[in-house]
Nanobody, 124 residues
């Protein structure tokens, strides 16, 4: 069982930056991938970025490439999502989630462990 706890959301203006943090606890396996997913009002939950907990490889949705950076600090058991040049369309609840498939997947359904979510609101 993996437990996840997010923090760092808030209200910012377009063009601002924000860093989300996710503390990962519980049993970790060599197959763990930790990701950030988001859900905007009236829309389906979507993949944003993920990181291979052990190898460090990172993956991004097209909407995040060039603006968002996912990273991990194994010593702190924490995954970060640095978000720059934020846009109003980035407004959503951001979730930290994990799966243990052992390979990258952008499908929301593979993520079986979820945090409670943190709200990010970007005003224009």
């Amino acid at each position: 069982q993996v437990q996840l706890g997010e923090s760092g959301g808030g209200l910012v203006q377009a063009g601002d930056s924000l860093r989300l943090s996710c503390v990962v606890s519980g049993r970790a396996s060599s197959n763990d991938y930790v990701g950030w997913l988001r859900q905007a009002p009236g829309k389906e939950r979507e993949f944003v970025a993920s990181v291979d907990w052990n190898g460090g490889s990172t993956y991004y949705a097209d909407s995040a490439k060039g603006r968002f950076t996912i990273s991990r600090d194994n010593s702190k058991s924490t995954v970060y999502l640095q978000m720059n040049s934020l846009k109003p369309e980035d407004t959503a609840v951001y979730y930290c989630a994990a799966h243990q498939l052992g390979s990258h997947s952008a499908r929301v359904s593979v993520y079986v462990f979820w945090g409670q979510g943190t709200q990010v609101t970007v005003s224009s």
